[in-house]
Nanobody
Framework: QVQLAESGGGLVQAGGSLRLSCAASGATLNSYTVGWFRQTPEKEREFLAAISWNGVSTFYEASAKGRFTVSRDNTKTTVYLQMNSLEPEDTAVYYC??????????????????WGQGTQVTVSS
């Protein structure tokens, strides 16, 4: 069973950038599709982006496309989410998740059995 831990969240001004990391322990991420999600108290958990096990393919939700970039470094068993041009509406708890399935099944929560604890991102106006 792989354990995931997010880091890199924090407070940033609107227009700024953050890079979130999702580090694996207990197993490597080399065979896992990894997704990024976020949640606020007012909304259900929202899918943002996912990357295939080999890093060749990615998929983005419309709200993330053009501003967020997902990447992975399998030698370090880490997946990243680079977030640029952040807006106050991006304030949320951000989660990474991993599952051994095709990327095409990686856009919903139910595709992922393994989740991190989340990292808070706060964007001030």
């Amino acid at each position: 069973q792989v354990q995931l831990a997010e880091s890199g969240g924090g407070l940033v001004q609107a227009g700024g950038s953050l890079r979130l990391s999702c580090a694996a322990s207990g197993a490597t991420l080399n065979s896992y599709t990894v997704g990024w999600f976020r949640q606020t108290p007012e909304k259900e958990r929202e899918f943002l982006a996912a990357i295939s096990w080999n890093g060749v393919s990615t998929f983005y939700e419309a709200s993330a496309k053009g501003r967020f970039t997902v990447s992975r470094d399998n030698t370090k068993t880490t997946v990243y989410l680079q977030m640029n041009s952040l807006e106050p509406e991006d304030t949320a708890v951000y989660y990474c998740a991993a599952g051994r399935m095709s990327l095409s099944y990686g856009t919903t929560e139910r595709g992922y059995p393994n989740w991190g604890q989340g990292t808070q991102v706060t964007v001030s106006s």
